[in-house]
């Protein structure tokens, strides 16, 4: 259900303009409390001034030193103690016109970093959290900008990275290219307007960001061509989620500020930019997989794969992926793949697809035990009602998942899976909040790992194949990481091959889990399951030796066993310590 917000005031990035407007705003206040006592006192002067006959006895100099005295006495005491106990000295008599206690509040300035949105003090340079300059140039220069200087030396930076890259590329014209960009600037109107404890973390700059380092590198425009951009039909809609929920999202054009969930925000153009979202996601994959281009990348939001049926949810209004895919069957395609490597769970798309033979969804994310947001996707998450194994859950158990983890996971589980299904036409949910920095998903992916994952799914489906930007919160992630993606898209010739293509052993204890029950549908799976356990066994033993050997490094003589060395005994051998 929709709930709309009252909104009083517009918030600034920073909050600095609204907090200055509310200063005022209560400064005239006092300002007007100050003046009314004033003219109160100038009232009962004039008072005492009419009726000096009835006080003719009354000395005048003693009236004198009696008023100096109560006027003395407030100015004795520190502009603290006034503050701490203003009440002593509302007397209405005292002319407090030049005291403004609000003035007196100490101020605490703050940014919020461009980078991470987080925040930091003024006299801070440099943002605590990520390490960008608080005059960060990323949204002019993309990631080519420097973290740790200001915008006003970034042009050499730029140029440097032009000249960087023009030796890997052949100079192209857009009317004869094979990657299509869809990307609408109506989408940068969606945002939300209340400002809370810092920017809302899915915010219009993630789409700059991107631009500006596609720019910067000579990709967009220069090696990619554009496609016009239209709003999603009803009609193409109703395939993907159910009439209430349509109306719902459009009924947001109406309303200032509203609110889906907590953290899932809409505005008055919020609806506008879900409907063209979803249609340049639909209008890439007819073109892909017509032919007219040879792959796509959608940069666009609001993100999707959280949004069901009947829900929006997760910042996410419609689901583009779903709705892709669905546009590719219309366009002729069977079977479609979707794989989604945000580091969130795509609960909206497996339930659109739930029960579709014709849609393989595989997802690799953060799951924790169903702890990590959403909560669903769970390795026994399959399928149901005859679609059983045509939903691939690889639910990593902790963050700081990197590269080797889902490069293995992808030739183990993935790609086997894959070439047994036989897609016509493949859909990345590309969101790159798994990528190394991002502040929600916390994990280690670095631009080569998505470069890598994308490369290994290039070769699918003919090579017909639609990228679609979801999640991804850390502008230098976000766009470093998209920037190779499209590269690869483009058919860059480099290897991006990982340094180490040894998994954790958490991830690889995930691995198997998921072999062991998709093995179930996927029979080609058990060969590769038996393997990888007599690989389990030994990698257990293998961790095993290092932890003996590393306790045997710390072995102490055997006369530190007893006595006042057994403490320290058993703490260099890891051994927990029992006094007697």
């Known amino acids: 259900m929709v709930s709309e917000t009252v909104q009083v005031n517009c918030v600034t990035n920073g909050g600095t303009e609204s907090n200055q ?41 003693t009236q004198l030193d009696n008023a100096s005295k109560k006027v003395r006495l407030p100015k004795e005491l520190t502009l603290q103690d006034k503050f701490n106990d203003q009440n002593a000295f509302d007397d209405g008599d005292e002319d407090d016109s030049d ?15 461009t980078n ?18 608080k005059e960060s140039g990323i949204l ?19 140029s440097e990275a032009r000249a960087r890259d023009k030796d890997f590329w052949s100079e192209a014209s857009a009317s004869n290219c094979s990657t299509a960009i869809g990307f609408d600037e109506r989408m940068l109107l969606h945002s939300e307007i209340e400002m809370k404890s810092h920017p809302h973390p ?23 061509c ?94 583009n992926a779903a709705v892709a895919a669905l546009a590719a069957q219309a366009a002729g395609a069977k079977k479609v793949l979707i794989v989604d490597w945000d580091v969130h769970h795509g609960n909206g798309t497996q339930e659109i697809f739930d029960q579709n033979k014709s849609v393989l969804y595989i997802s690799l994310h953060r799951h924790e035990g169903g702890k990590f947001y959403p909560g669903t996707g769970a390795a026994l998450e399959v399928g149901s009602k005859g679609a059983e194994g045509y939903c691939v859950n690889i639910p990593w158990s902790r963050g700081g998942v990197g590269d080797n983890d889902y490069v293995f996971a992808f030739q183990h589980v993935v790609l086997p899976i894959v070439s047994k299904f036989a897609p016509d036409f493949t859909v990345i949910s590309a969101g790159f909040d798994a990528a190394r920095g ?19 799914l290039s070769t699918l489906s003919g090579g017909k194949l639609l990228v679609i930007l979801e999640g991804g919160y850390n502008l230098r992630s976000i766009s470093s990481s ?25 991830g690889l204890h995930t691995v198997l889990e998921v072999l062991k029950i998709q093995m179930n549908y996927w029979p080609n799976l058990s060969s590769s399951f038996e393997k990888l356990q007599s690989q389990w066994g030994m990698y257990s033993v293998e961790n095993k030796r290092k932890r003996v050997k590393k306790r045997r490094a710390f072995e102490p003589p055997i006369w530190w066993r007893w006595g006042r060395k057994q403490l320290l005994y058993h703490i260099l051998t890891g051994g927990q310590f029992h006094p007697k």
């Open 21 to 61: 407007g509310f200063k005022r705003k209560h400064l005239g206040s006092d300002e007007h409390a100050a003046a009314s006592c004033h003219n109160s006192s100038d009232a009962n002067g004039d008072m005492g001034a009419s009726g000096l006959d009835l006080n003719a006895n009354v000395d005048e100099d």
């Open 482 to 506: 998209a920037t190779s993606v499209i590269k690869v898209l483009l058919g860059e010739s480099r290897e991006c091959e990982p340094d180490n293509d040894v998994p954790s052993r958490a």
């Open 99 to 113: 005291w403004e206690p609000v003035q007196n509040h100490i101020e605490i300035l703050k940014w919020f970093c």
């Open 140 to 158: 002019k220069h993309g990631f080519y900008a420097s973290p740790f200087s200001p915008e006003v030396e970034l042009i050499q930076v730029e």
């Open 202 to 224: 899915e915010r219009p700059n993630r789409l700059r960001a991107i631009a500006a380092s596609l720019a910067a590198a000579g990709i967009f425009p220069g090696k990619c």
């Open 226 to 319: 554009p496609i016009p951009a239209r709003e999603i039909t009803p009609e193409e809609l109703q395939m993907v989620h159910s009439s209430e929920h349509i109306a719902a999202v459009d009924l947001t054009a109406q309303m200032f500020s509203s609110y889906f969930t907590p953290d899932t925000y809409a505005n008055e153009h919020s609806a506008q930019a879900a409907r063209l979202a979803a249609g340049l996601c639909a209008d890439l994959a007819s073109a892909v997989f017509s032919g007219h281009v040879k792959n796509g990348f959608a940069l666009v939001r609001p993100p999707g794969h959280h949004a069901g049926v009947r829900q929006a949810m997760g910042f996410c209004l419609h689901n």
């Open 438 to 456: 991002d502040p929600l998903g916390c994990c280690d992916v670095t631009p080569a790992g998505y470069a890598q994952m994308t490369h290994m």
């Open 116 to 133: 991470c949105t987080m925040v930091n003090l003024d006299d801070v340079f440099h943002c605590d959290i990520c390490g960008e300059h």
